[in-house]
């Protein structure tokens, strides 16, 4: 009888500890050259009454917010980013466990500066269950060919005389494709299944 109390008894503090565990999770927002850092989640943590968080970005010096509000950070180079962030005591001394998190990210504003209305231009078929798409332009020439993914990353840079595009590397997904024919561009939204 005396092991089944211990036994019951260490189950239940157990179950108390798990319980008491802090957590926290980060969501990062893109839109153009700026980001918008987000505290989504935080479990058996108040931010303000507990402690706050901490984000350093591309190894800089830190940063505390005392809130929870969103952190929107602006003008950000092109190119691969960094950010982490982890909760921190009044003392500004990581909590115990570390509830951290690091997150990556591109910012490419190749595509935020693009009037769409320039170049009269069709890709098909959109969807593509198929290994090639046709561009079809009224003008003629040297087309470049930019396609990138939702998170705004490159994933292919080509120049053509061609009217179709090999596209049997890329997974399923959804793409923006750029055509620039004699300084001309258009952005288009390709599907790829």
């Keep these: 009888m005396k092991n089944l109390y211990v036994l019951l008894l260490f189950l239940i503090s157990s179950n ?7 957590s ?6 893109i ?6 850092l987000s505290i989504v989640e935080f479990n058996n943590f108040t931010v303000g009454l507990d402690g706050h968080w901490h984000y350093i ?16 950070i602006s003008e ?21 466990p570390p509830v951290e998190e690091t ?11 693009i009037d769409n209305e320039i170049l ?10 198929g290994d090639f798409v046709t561009i079809i332009s009224p003008l003629q020439g040297l087309k470049q060919i930019e396609v990138y993914s939702v998170t705004g990353r490159k ?7 061609k009217s179709t595009l090999n596209l049997s590397s890329f997974n399923s997904g959804i793409y923006m494709v750029k055509v620039t024919i004699n300084d001309q561009s258009k952005v288009s939204k390709l599907i790829i299944r």
């Design 120 to 129: 009269d231009m069709k890709i098909y078929p959109n969807p593509v269950s």
């Design 76 to 96: 950000l180079p092109d190119g691969e980013h960094t950010i982490y962030v982890w909760l921190v005591d009044h003392m500004h001394n990581a909590i115990d």
């Design 57 to 72: 970005l591309n190894e800089e010096e830190y940063v505390a917010v005392h809130d929870i509000n969103d952190v929107v």
């Design 31 to 36: 839109n153009g050259n700026e980001i918008i």
């Design 155 to 161: 994933v292919m840079d080509t120049k053509t005389y």
């Design 103 to 113: 997150i990556s990210f591109t910012i490419d504003t190749g595509l935020s500066n």
């Design 24 to 29: 926290a999770d980060w969501s990062l927002t």
């Design 16 to 22: 108390i500890s798990a319980q008491d565990e802090v």
